[in-house]
């Protein structure tokens, strides 16, 4: 069974930096990351798969960067120029091919418990 474990959550103020962490129980395809802020869709915020390409959303794009640690099975996000349109929960995610194809969390097949981000203005 899969196994997500999200750290590195918590708050900051707007213009600051936060590195979340996931540590997996194996190793996947594709690792990434979502968020779903209060009353809104949950939305890709990056991804990495095993030929080292990546995906972000348009919202993140310039900011944050995905990063992978093979030996270890962990991706890193590292948040940087934190807005407090970027609060929200934060959960790891798994997939395949198809979630490299299509980056929408209709085709991840295991997500984390998240992890909540929290930016003031």
């Known amino acids: 069974q899969v196994q997500l474990v999200e750290s590195g959550g918590g708050s900051v103020q707007a213009g600051g930096s936060l590195r979340l962490s996931c540590d997996a129980s194996?190793?996947?395809?594709?690792m990434g990351w979502f968020r779903q802020a209060r009353e809104k869709e949950r939305e890709g915020v990056a991804l990495i798969c095993s030929r080292g390409n990546t995906r972000y959303g348009d919202s993140v794009k310039g900011r944050f960067a995905i990063s992978k640690d093979n030996d270890k099975a962990t991706v890193y996000l590292q948040m940087n120029s934190l807005k407090p349109e970027d609060t929200a929960m934060y959960y790891c995610a798994t997939g395949g091919r198809a979630l490299e194809d299509n980056f929408f969390y209709r085709f991840v097949t295991a997500w984390g418990q998240g992890t909540q981000v929290t930016v003031s203005s």
């Open positions: 194996g190793f996947y395809y594709c």
